[in-house]
């Protein structure tokens, strides 16, 4: 039985933490935490640490759980999460801007990217893409009801991809992010990202930037 799309963007993502070293060696991956972090049930949290232990980047130890193995810090990490990554509707990502929903909600975030306002994102993971990549954008990814659907609102290609730290970004950008510039600076959007995801503005973010397919 193919792995869920849904288990293989959360395994994707705990690959990139893992990479970052947001967990280390060692390091426990508890199902309800996972669950909560991800905005899901445990069902598709317990299928992505089940293939990741499958790919060798956690153990899984008779009734204590998933723990990151050491090794996997130094073999290929990023070329683990790639593969991962690549099947998620082969060439395609689906992407979904839902750290942002409990703050300016779905229908606003969508807008900007039908409006062709939002050409950038930022997120904690999502280091294995690159330019040339091509992403579905939809409006929510994680958090979904049981069936359901998926709702796809563009295509995009990857023209830039960098790793750099929360606080380079510019009033400029944070346009480019689609919010509105009279209401929101770059220390607004570092304040609130940081308040969301449990950083630092001193934290290496990944800055994606796309160009609209149609």
């Not at 280390?24 to 905005?39: C, D, I, K, V, Y």
């Not at 770059?186 to 934290?203: G, I, L, N, Q």
Request: charged share 35%.
């Amino acid at each position: 039985m193919p792995d869920s799309p849904l288990a293989l963007r959360i395994a994707n993502d705990i690959t990139s933490s893992i990479h970052m070293g947001e967990f280390g060696p060692g390091a426990h991956l508890a199902t309800e935490s996972l669950a909560t972090r991800f905005q899901v049930s445990r069902s598709p949290v317990r299928e992505a640490l089940a293939l990741l232990s499958k790919r060798g980047v956690l153990e899984n130890r008779k009734n204590r759980g998933f723990f990151v193995v050491a090794a996997a810090l130094d073999r290929g990490r990023e070329a683990g999460a790639r593969q991962i990554a690549a099947q998620i509707d082969d060439p395609y990502y689906a992407f979904a801007e839902d750290w942002l929903n409990d703050r300016i909600g779905d229908e606003q975030t969508e807008q900007a990217v039908r409006d062709r306002r939002k050409t950038v994102t930022r997120r904690l993971g999502w280091q294995v893409l690159k330019p040339g990549d091509r992403l579905t954008l939809c409006r929510k990814v994680m958090g979904r009801r049981t069936r359901e659907p998926l709702v796809r609102v563009c295509d995009v290609e990857v023209v830039d991809v960098r790793r750099e730290p929360l606080s380079n970004i510019t009033d400029e950008d944070v346009e480019r992010e689609g919010f509105d510039i009279e209401e929101w600076q770059a220390s607004d959007f570092v304040e609130f990202f940081c308040e969301h995801m449990k950083c630092r503005p001193d934290t290496e973010v990944t800055r994606i930037e796309w160009r609209y397919l149609s």
